[in-house]
């Protein structure tokens, strides 16, 4: 009896930590995965110039945004500034993501202060704009130009064909992470206590 009820605080125990572990940073990409990279544009975002998307939400909450972004200069100062509107042009967070942050030529996650809540299948606008950079430096944003596009994609109030390369952040768990790590636990168990029997 003893002996099984190892079993069952062990189970609970694997169990805990796999859920535990299966809260993850969900991203959703608003972009076309399937186009290669290397098709990918960049647009500079100047002091006097901004970059907006429109998108759709899946998630019920957003935490974060992420977005492929690289750094044209050597300033040591300076921030992008993104701000997110809803359909009726009301906005529902904002900040700014430092410069030195930024790992150029990669996608950058940027997380929110307070999660925007109530979010599932609703519009909204992302805007990117930088601060701060010194005169003739800019940021630039990645959009794809050939791939199925999502939403409108404007630079100041021209209208780019594209979608920005751009993902919505979820703080949730995750169905499948917790299979999979349950799984790899699963199976390690299985393998070492075979070969304990074989060895023993």
């Known amino acids: 009896m003893k002996k099984w009820l190892k079993y069952i605080i062990a189970g609970i125990i694997i169990v805990t930590v796999c859920f535990a ?12 995965t399937k186009t290669d990279n ?18 759709q939400c899946s998630e019920d909450s957003m935490d974060g945004i992420a977005a492929k972004i690289f750094r044209n200069g050597t300033s040591e100062e300076g921030e992008l500034i993104y ?14 993501f430092s410069i030195n942050n930024i790992k150029s030529g990669k996608i950058n996650l940027i997380k929110f202060s307070e999660p925007i809540e109530g979010s599932n299948n609703k519009f909204f606008t992302v805007y990117f704009r930088q601060k701060g950079l010194a005169e003739n430096e ?22 780019i064909e594209g979608t920005m390369v751009f993902r919505t952040i979820t703080h949730r768990f995750d169905m499948e992470t917790f299979i999979v790590v349950l799984g790899f636990v699963v199976y390690f ?7 304990y029997r074989l060895f023993s």
Request: glycine letters at 8%.
């Open 21 to 32: 572990y299966a809260h993850i940073d969900k991203a959703n990409n608003i972009y076309d």
């Open 38 to 55: 290397s098709s990918y544009v960049s647009v500079n975002i100047f002091a006097d110039s901004y970059i907006s998307q429109t998108f």
């Open 83 to 96: 701000s997110i509107q809803d359909e009726s042009g009301q906005e529902l967070t904002k900040g700014g």
């Open 138 to 159: 800019s940021l630039g944003i990645y959009y794809d130009p050939v791939g199925e596009k999502t939403g409108e994609l404007k630079v100041n109030d021209e209208k």
């Open 189 to 195: 168990v299985l393998f070492f206590k075979i070969l």
